[in-house]
T-cell receptor, first 113, second 115 residues
Framework: GNSVTQMEGPVTLSEEAFLTINCTYT??????LFWYVQYPGEGLQLLLKATKADDKGSNKGFEATYRKETTSFHLEKGSVQVSDSAVYFC????????????FGTGTRLQVFP | EAGVAQSPRYKIIEKRQSVAFWCNPISGHATLYWYQQILGQGPKLLIQ????????DSQLPKDRFSAERLKGVDSTLKIQPAKLEDSAVYLC?????????????FGPGTRLLVL
């Protein structure tokens, strides 16, 4: 079946450190891949997405590249800030006529000054 | 532009009681989704509407959950009777189209606690 696997958290970093959150997927067909973020007390927000292999999604200093050969979509940021503390969800959609999101379990990021 | 609205934000009920959640999507969005997010897990789709028709309800526990989207705008999700395992955050989302790659916009969610 279709699924997403994320690294377990929490991920604890100091401000300005480099961030990587691993995400791998299993899917039939050609999925679109997403990263959503949930800040404390807020709803889910789209952070970035990629709809085909080798595409790079980017937003707010975060990047992720759609790697079909390794079925991965790892999230990276060169220098994290305290305000990046949140839960990050990797997700995919697989069917053309429905965009049902299939989510990973989420990874909590804690950034300390 | 107003976002997805949901109410109530919090609800506490006893098992076997009924409860209803309301969602108002972003204006002009044809597709509406209800997701269930249990603590420590990612959201799981319960039902997807395209206008006022159901596209996918394969993971909706139909013996106790029901949903409707009258006139293709607002939607209501109901649980009757509730069980302890229904304690979760219920998220409503909407998108302009229901095709792969479309961006879904989420509401703040309704946190349900069943005692």
């Amino acid at each position: 079946g279709n699924s997403v696997t994320q690294m377990e958290g929490p991920v604890t970093l100091s401000e300005e450190a480099f961030l990587t959150i691993n995400c791998t997927y299993t899917a039939t067909g050609y999925p679109s891949l997403f990263w959503y973020v949930q800040y404390p007390g807020e709803g889910l927000q789209l952070l970035l997405k990629a709809t085909k292999a080798d595409d790079k999604g980017s937003n707010k200093g975060f990047e992720a590249t759609y790697r079909k050969e390794t079925t991965s979509f790892h999230l990276e940021k060169g220098s994290v800030q305290v305000s990046d503390s949140a839960v990050y969800f990797c997700a995919l959609t697989v069917s053309y006529n429905t965009d049902k999101l299939i989510f990973g379990t989420g990874t909590r990021l804690q950034v300390f000054p | 532009e107003a976002g997805v609205a949901q109410s109530p934000r919090y609800k506490i009920i006893e098992k076997r009681q009924s409860v209803a959640f309301w969602c108002n999507p972003i204006s002009g969005h044809a597709t509406l989704y209800w997701y269930q997010q249990i603590l420590g897990q990612g959201p799981k789709l319960l039902i997807q509407f395209q206008n006022n028709g159901v596209v996918d309800d394969s993971q909706l526990p139909k013996d106790r959950f029901s949903a409707e989207r009258l006139k293709g705008v607002d939607s209501t999700l109901k649980i009757q009777p509730a069980k302890l395992e229904d304690s979760a955050v219920y998220l409503c989302a909407s998108s302009q189209s229901g095709i792969q790659g479309a961006t879904q916009y989420f509401g703040p969610g309704t946190r349900l606690l069943v005692l």
